[in-house]
């Protein structure tokens, strides 16, 4: 037991991280059942698409589950509205002031978590009154903070300034990762990209393929004039180079980024056009497995690793 | 005993980064006489300077220390030279390519390292015969690697590619720091920013309290068309984002860069117009210290934090 296991009722202080077009009620479901917190990612849901898989994940798992909650959502009202409808215990929000939605959301009994990418976020969001926070460094995929800090700094920072539990997110993906982010400070951590390339997530098995075939260094961190996001360099992220050569304006961005390019790229599997989000540690993911291996697997080498300490 | 401290005969695994501006004979026999490995700097030094940094580091320190240099040197036939002339044992190389000097040094009966930022830049040292790797990741102050990958998704990809010892570089600066890097493959530690603010550094007094006194998210890697670099965002950082607001070409940059702006930021302490290269993790740097302190605090920390494992 630790504070997060406590915290969510779970056995292993794994967060599946909220990801759109990828962690629909199979994923959260899947995370949950093998001991640790499995999300579902609402982002990318309309609000009878997250209802149906609030519904169906509660019949997938007898576990604790949660809903992440991008808080910019055009319906968020709709949204909230559902998550206390259907009794929905946890919430992660993200992308948007803690402030605003927090006291609503814990008047209805959730254990709400805020993620930040920095400290200054990390105590807003304690003020606010959340239960835990999630500090994601740069090397995470998808959208991203505009300070660039890295999991490895961000971790100790967070970790000196808030006293609520802190969940380490960014460039995790294994056992030994997951016991250096908790050496930093961590009480628990956040994966995305790993869960991505499992069995049980929504995405397209092109884009799962993709995951496991980037190399290193096949990520860069664009768009950062609109919101900084993580993509795999392909055609499309080449393109928007390209278009940078000629010094675009924000709207030139968006023209180009026209709409639905990440479900074209993670849902279709358009490697191509498509927006591909994914960590920098996707470098270090050669396979794709079903969850419960996964989770097995970054167990026993957290405990491998705790018995295997450096010495000199 | 570890392959790193057997590898230089040194009592802890923590080698100081060859800082320009900062790491001169003072800092680097420091580090040396408190069980690490200091490196003097090439990188700012005029080759009879350099000689002479060499003649008094033999002076103050009895034990091991090494020579850091950057391959992109104008005088570099006559740096390698004088490392031979003064029978310098350990040499640091960066910013070039591995096979350029790696056999020349080895024949001269010295334990060669090369500066890295990824597994591909890490095996084609291997390859031209270096005794170990520093992989420094994108947190690092100073000069950086253009893949952007963090110190914490770095050091993994490159441990599962290389078969010689492997120092983490970039965003460590405590004693949790380095059992984090170590929990993830690394051998030992090199660490920067944590000495730029050390009593012994030869930085002006200014740079170093800007060091302590600036905040998380105080620094950008920038000038990413000449050679990245990692600033702290003073006047002349945000002259450079004016700058670039115009579309610039790389003569125009080079133009606003100058000459000796680093010079002027750390040597000279001009904190305006000078270039103060720094780490991610100063914003965990909060106080000036002698270097023996310093590294009696890290050690202190790393064995508590091997007592204090994360449980649950």
Redesign the interface.
Known sequence: ??T??QLFKIQ??IIQGGMIWNSGYKLAAAVSNAGGLGLIGAGSMYPDVLRSHIQKCKKATAKPFGVNVPMLYPNIQEIMDILVEEEVKIVFTSAGNPKTWTSFLKEQGMTVVHVVS???FALKAQEAGVDAVVAE???AGGHNGR????????I??VK?QINIPLIAA???A?G??M???????A??VQMGSRFAASDESSSHADFKNAIIEME??GT??TLKELAPVRLIKNKFYNDLQELYMK?PTKEDLVALLGRARAKRGMFEGDLVEGELEI???A??INEIKPVKEIIEEIINEFEQ??RE????
Not at 147 to 154: A, Y
Not at 309 to 312: I, N
Request: aromatic share 6%; charged share 15%.
């Open positions: 037991m630790n997060i296991t292993y202080p920095s400290s200054k460094g740069f090397e300070e660039e800090t890295t999991t490895l700094t961000l100790p920072m000196a960014g460039g995790v294994t030994r990762g016991l250096a982010v908790m050496v930093l400070g009480d628990g290193e260094g860069h961190l010094s960590g920098q540690i470098g270090l690793a705790k300490l450096p010495e000199f």
